[in-house]
């Protein structure tokens, strides 16, 4: 008997109303558009500035907008991973919040914590749950509020980070050689002295002493947070590459992380693809963590083709890394 393939077969996405351009920013620190544009690619970004939303609001938008858009039955979702890192709560987890505001009667549900790159790993996860044939329909999200952990005194990291969501449906199918077709996954635990929060979780938990001196924002080590992620999105796709025969010719998309434009150039040029065969939407977004990539496919939807052969990359906090070979399964337009 052979093996279910599992396939994307619809993408829903939200970003909030409020956009935040670099000339806003500019009157909050100092900063500038060149500045911005210069160094990371981006002009502006969507804020969740609503009070008492959060990021289980973005996760259901765009969920609910999957489930309107592929007509899926709601009573036959199996599962529901969310991808974040900016959970509503410590507890309950962010995915069961919106399983209840969706009414997924028959679905499991959890949250996935791999930092930018938690929907690449939920997404394989998923896929690996259906090939098993455990589960026939998966709903992976991939959402966070940043707006929540980055600290708008900080000229260095403020400007990079956007609020947003977007949700794929998975599903399983006989037909052999289309959906996810191979991954490569890493964690090293070399990146937390250089990305991280300091203040928050079990080793330094809330007080007024770390509240007081700003220990709940996210801090990031630039310039060594940046040599990583070139050396691993870059070895990461080379590998994925080589090992399924993928080439400039044969490569329809390449799907990476949307953290800094000059990443995302450093990773095409490693495999020799065009900017044209990138898809790209930091100008308009910025980095929107788990989200990033999800957002990508909800905005270039209509450019997919059944067949395309893709590769997703991502690198986050951790360090967490690893691309995926995915062969698009329907024509998105």
Known sequence: MSRNSAIITGVGGYVPDYVLTNEELSRMVDT????????????????????GLGTSYMARKAAKQLLKKT??????????????????????????????????????????????????FALDQAAMMIQSGRVK??????????????????????PLFGDGAAAVLVEATEEENTGVIDSYLRCDGKGLPFLH?????????????TVD??????????????????????????????????????????????ANMRIIEA?????????????????RYGNTSAATIPLALWDYENLL?????????????GFVHGALYYKWAYDGA
């Open 71 to 120: 007509g899926v039955d709601p009573d036959t979702i199996d599962a529901l991973i969310v991808a974040t890192s900016t959970a509503d709560y410590k507890f309950p987890s962010t995915a069961s919040i919106v399983v209840g505001k969706l009414g997924l009667k028959n679905a499991f549900a959890y949250d996935f914590w791999g930092a930018c790159c938690g929907f690449l």
């Open 267 to 283: 990773v095409a040029k490693r495999l020799d693809v065009t900017m044209d065969q990138v898809l790209v939407n930091i100008e």
């Open 305 to 317: 083709k059944k067949g395309d052969n893709i590769i997703l990359t991502a690198f986050g906090a």
């Open 32 to 51: 500038n558009d060149e500045w911005i544009m210069t160094r990371v690619g981006i002009k502006e970004r969507h804020i969740l500035s609503e009070e």
């Open 213 to 258: 001196h700003r220990l709940h924002y996210l801090y990031q080590e630039g310039r060594t947070v940046f040599r990583y992620a070139v050396t691993n999105m870059s070895d990461d796709c080379a590998i994925i590459a080589e090992r399924n025969g993928l080439n400039k010719d044969n490569i329809r998309y390449v799907v990476p992380h949307q």
């Open 137 to 158: 329909k998966v709903i992976v999200i991939g959402a966070d509020k940043m707006s929540s952990v980055v600290d708008y005194k900080d000229r260095q990291t403020c």
């Open 197 to 209: 929060m300091k203040a928050g979780g079990s080793v330094s938990p809330p007080s007024h002493f």
